[in-house]
């Protein structure tokens, strides 16, 4: 609230010095609704002239007609608000989780090859500095987005087996259940799934280094890994109806799953995917379920 009257002092008049920072700005601050105007976040440490005008994070360097020595720290922002709404949503976001978002947005719709740093710059709304001071080169942001994808799809497969386990101790039925939430996941998925950043990273692993391609290929392996055991607790109390490798069938789901992707954004039918998944789930039911005894002659 401090910081809103200070601006509004600053605005009463042209080269009115900024009372928390010291700034002198011969414009005034417009309203909210100007496409070019300046704002203000307050924070905690202090930065020298030097510093601000070497640019701050987001690429945003002190503008020409501002003077100051050392003062207390306010980092600006310029913006291009819609509205003051549209603003505030944007400066909740971090400038990293949004080119991250941007970025993995552009990826899975086209590919790395044909994503430039020029058209995540312009969607974020910063500029070039901005997108280097948090990613070196486009590897280095391959290999956060791979990362923090992973992540993600962690984040949803622990959800959806812990509630599972909640729901039934058997290891069988709670698989079961698993592969069911994890259908509907994708089934409640508006414009169906957006893509598989580790199937991206495969197709054009030409493009990156020894690292990137290792971190895909420990994906790939800890999700073996994941479904592997959950098979191995089924087969330790259900003997399978049919010899079969434990590590082929934990590997089954992730064919399924990329493969779903791929069919179901190729034939427009966002539904393929989570109907794959329960064949998958029906399949692993048919091999360990005990064959139902008969009390007819």
């Known amino acids: 609230m401090a910081a809103e009257t200070s601006m509004g002092a600053a605005a009463s008049g042209p080269n009115v010095q900024h009372p928390n920072t010291g700034f002198c700005k011969r414009n005034a601050v417009n309203s909210w609704v100007s496409r070019t105007s300046l704002f203000f976040c307050i924070k905690t440490n202090i930065l020298s002239a030097p510093n601000l005008a070497a640019g701050d994070e987001n690429g945003n360097n002190a503008p020409a007609n501002w003077t100051a020595g050392t003062v207390p720290v306010v980092q600006f922002l310029q913006v291009l608000p819609a509205s003051r709404n549209d603003w505030m949503a944007n400066l909740d976001v971090p400038k990293k989780q949004q080119i991250l978002e941007a970025a993995q947005a552009a990826i899975l719709a086209k590919g790395f090859s044909a994503t430039s740093i020029d058209e ?8 070039k500095s901005g997108f280097f001071y948090h990613f070196r080169d ?7 987005l791979l990362e923090r994808y992973i992540e993600q799809d962690d984040v949803v ?6 509630e599972a386990d909640e729901l039934s101790e058997d290891p069988l039925h709670s698989f079961l259940i698993a592969l069911k939430l994890l259908a509907k996941v994708f089934d409640d998925m508006p414009n169906g799934h957006p893509g598989c950043m580790v199937a991206c990273i495969c197709y054009h692993e030409q493009l990156f280094d020894q690292e990137v391609r290792n971190i895909n290929a420990k994906a790939v392996l800890s999700w073996r890994n994941r479904f592997r055991k959950r098979i191995e607790r089924i087969a330790e109390r259900y003997e399978p109806r049919i010899n079969i490798d434990l590590d082929d069938l934990a590997d089954m789901f992730s064919v399924v799953g990329d493969g779903g992707i791929i069919l ?6 966002k539904s393929l995917l989570p109907r794959q998944l329960l064949l998958y789930r029906d399949f692993v039911r048919l091999i360990f379920e005990p064959t139902q005894v008969s009390d007819k002659p």
């Not at 995540?120 to 500029?127: H, M, Q, R, T």
């Not at 486009?138 to 956060?144: E, G, S």
């Open 120 to 127: 995540l710059i312009a969607e974020v709304g910063i500029s």
């Open 138 to 144: 486009k590897t280095i942001l391959a290999r956060a």
């Open 157 to 162: 497969f622990d959800r959806a087996f812990d």
């Open 264 to 269: 179901s954004r190729v034939v427009g039918d």
